[in-house]
């Protein structure tokens, strides 16, 4: 068949499936886009099959992509069920991550313990890590005789807290997965820079004995930010490490593959890091709480964060 | 190879072709979307300065400036058939790799991972990786496994009309017959001269020279069209 004769015979369905796209709501109708697709698809490979030329192939071609696209649109699997995601795949993925977490978690916790206990031991060493006026604003800020404690009080109500807490450390978190694909570096200076500020901040505070102010106000969101850093470190490092060592698979399918696999992660840490900043702003800050309610719902949060990180293993086995 | 297809055998049993978008038009869709977001922001200062800036007023501007900062693009691509609005008007959107609509997760991972591209300063480390890679992916386009193509429709070709076919004198593959085809959609695109030119080739084909030569080669390809 010449090519103008087909034209001839298909063209109006083409124009008419054009139409049909323009409508609005085009793409609901699954039943109608999936028979258009197959006739497209039919038109094209013998368009292709028979060599018409270019700007007959061209115009099919992107007709079948813009039906491809709608036809798309309404995979079920892409929509998000929460319900799955916190039960299976949130536990599972951290599991499939627990190396790098440990790694991360190291990273973390080990330069804090030590800029920790060196500060509580020497009173000067608490310089190397801060500013005098860093350090004037935080024996402030927790001072036993403030009614309201937190980082800084500049804020007169919870919810600028809120919205500040949810700024810097969603940011910070962030940064430190994103820090990964510099083949994980990013991600470790992070981790290593926030775990020994943290760590430095608790020694010196311990050393000053305002344990009273400083270790029940953080003890509640604590669970799940510090948490949630390890985790957004671990993430990223499986970044780095996809890039570092490929396996079996080029660097770029490798880190591709990463990507996709991280993608729970960053779910998870973003709603842990919206539930710290929740419990910090209107929980931690509070002074009308007595030490011992905050000592036990904070412990109670932190086992509750721990039973559920390690909770994915059963998910594994199939 | 210069070129800018990027083909992949989708599950109609045919491959299909998309054309894959360099850093230029992508440097103006995102100048587009910083304009626009920065104006949206400098509108919620105006809006919460008359609240307490440090109350409630100044906890939403920092909330939405927060979703603003990570989130303007996801929520674009997501909802928005793969456009933040600087793309829509640039006529490119971001796509799968496989030339499915973008989801959630990887329009995430793109764009958390544009902190990166910016390193060291003004997206330079996105550059240089958008113009190593074949698909001009930068660095979060390669693992979230994400393209920008094009989804500007083409022009048509001009309707060949007033044309008296013309039986050519030898027969010709199928491939030449394209090519002849070709030639006589885009008459319009090229100058007179460089049509001469092309013609001067087939001139054992079209036994004509110069103008009548283009006009006989028009002819062929009409029809090898169809046209009768």
């Not at chain 1, 030329?53 to 992107?62: P, V, Y």
């Not at chain 2, 491959?15 to 104006?39: H, K, T, Y």
């Not at chain 2, 001269?193 to 080739?201: D, W």
Request: a neutral charge; glycine letters at 8%.
């Amino acid at each position: 068949m010449k090519q103008q004769r087909f034209e001839e015979q298909h063209g109006p369905t083409w124009a008419r499936i054009e139409a049909s796209l323009e409508k609005p709501g085009a793409g609901d109708n699954s039943k109608v886009l999936a028979e258009h697709y197959l006739l497209l698809c039919q038109h094209l490979a013998i368009a292709q099959e028979r060599l018409y030329d270019a700007a007959l192939i061209e115009r099919l071609n992107s007709l079948v992509l813009r039906v491809y696209r709608e036809l798309y649109r309404y995979r079920s699997e892409t929509r998000f069920n929460l319900f799955a995601f916190f039960v299976r795949d949130f536990p599972l993925a951290i599991y499939r991550h627990r190396y790098y977490i440990l790694v991360s978690f190291l990273v973390f916790v080990l330069p804090g313990l030590i800029a920790g206990a060196w500060i509580f031991f020497d009173e000067d060493a608490v310089y190397a890590v801060m500013d005098s006026s860093q350090v004037r604003g935080l024996e402030r800020m927790y001072d036993p005789g403030a009614e309201k404690f937190g980082r800084e009080r500049q804020a007169d109500t919870d919810i600028y807290m809120f919205g500040f807490y949810i700024k810097n450390n969603i940011g910070i978190a962030f940064r430190c997965f994103a820090g990964g694909m510099l083949i994980g570096i990013g991600s470790l200076l992070v981790l290593f820079f926030n775990g020994l500020f943290i760590g430095s901040v608790a020694g010196h505070l311990t050393r000053l004995d305002y344990v009273d102010t400083f270790y029940p106000f953080v003890i509640g969101h604590g669970s799940f930010e510090l948490t949630a850093i390890v985790f957004s470190g671990a993430a990223g490092l499986r970044l780095g490490y996809a890039i570092l060592s490929p396996g079996s698979y080029t660097r770029l399918d490798s880190l591709r593959r990463a990507g996709r696999e991280v993608v729970p992660m960053i779910y998870g840490i973003f709603l842990m890091l919206v539930i710290a900043a929740f419990i910090e702003a209107f929980w931690s800050s509070s002074a009308s709480l007595s030490i011992t309610v905050k000592y036990t719902v904070g412990s109670l949060l932190w086992v509750l964060v721990l039973w559920y990180s390690f909770s994915g293993r059963r998910h594994e086995s199939r | 190879l210069l070129d800018t297809r990027y083909r992949v055998e989708i599950p109609g049993g045919i491959e299909l072709e998309a054309l894959v978008v360099g850093p230029i038009p992508r440097c103006f869709a995102f100048a587009i979307d910083i304009v626009l977001r920065q104006m949206v922001i400098i509108g919620l200062v105006i809006v919460s300065i008359p609240f307490d800036f440090f109350g409630v007023g100044g906890g939403l501007y920092l909330l939405l400036t927060f979703l603003i900062e990570w989130f303007y693009p996801v929520a674009f691509e997501v909802l928005w058939r793969g456009q933040t609005p600087g793309k829509k008007t640039l006529g490119i959107s971001v796509i799968n790799d496989d030339l499915t609509p973008v989801t959630l997760g990887p329009s995430l991972v793109r764009n958390l991972l544009r902190v990166v591209d910016f390193l060291p300063l003004f997206y330079l480390t996105g550059l240089v990786t958008m113009v190593m890679n074949p698909r001009f992916q930068r660095l979060g386009d390669i693992a979230a496994g994400t393209l920008v193509i094009s989804v500007r429709e083409s022009a048509r070709p001009a309707a060949v009309e007033n044309i008296e076919p013309l039986a050519p004198s030898t027969s010709l593959l199928r491939n030449e017959q394209t090519s002849i085809i070709d030639f006589l959609h885009r008459s319009r695109q090229l100058s007179e001269p460089r049509q001469r030119e092309l013609a001067a080739i087939l001139e054992g084909v079209t036994h004509g020279k110069d103008d009548d030569g283009v006009q006989r080669l028009h002819r062929i390809g009409a029809w090898f069209l169809g046209v009768r």
